[in-house]
């Protein structure tokens, strides 16, 4: 370690050793640590749209299965318990004091604790999505 003179008190983000060389915003001792860093960054965040994603699976396959019965209105205790997770879901909109809550092309109101009018809208056209692009 001839190059002490350098050192400064920043640790390596990934092996949290000191960072003996190079400027002070260093944020890495190697390129090695850099490279491991960014990797399992974009791991997790890779790991957690595949979470998301599949929570949302999960919830549209619980509503849709209950918008094929009779039920009219659901408390959200029930639907956690069936495996819901109420945090995901594809857009929101708040009319007057009802939320309504689409998963996928699945709507759905929350009205306090329940969860009402379960029901398919028509899949949007291209059109809908991106009205400017044409
Ligand atoms: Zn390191």
New binding site residues.
């Given amino acids: 370690m001839s190059k002490e003179k350098e050192s400064h008190d920043a640790v390596?983000?990934?092996?949290?050793?000191r960072?003996i060389y190079g400027r002070s915003d260093r944020k890495?001792?190697?390129d090695?640590?850099?490279n491991?860093f960014h990797n399992r960054q974009a791991r997790n965040s890779r790991h957690f749209r595949q979470q998301v994603n599949t929570a949302l699976e999960k919830n549209y396959f619980i509503l849709d299965s209950l918008r094929k019965t009779s039920l009219r209105n659901i408390q959200m205790s029930d639907l956690r318990n069936m495996g819901f997770h109420p945090e995901f879901f594809t857009s929101y909109r708040k009319i007057a004091s009802r939320e309504a809550f689409m998963c996928y092309d699945l709507k759905y109101c929350v009205c306090g604790k329940s969860v009402t009018s379960i029901s398919r809208i028509s899949v949007m056209s291209d059109e809908d999505i991106c009205p400017h692009d044409r």
């Fill in positions: 390596c983000l990934e092996c949290g050793d960072i890495f001792c190697c090695a640590c850099k491991k």
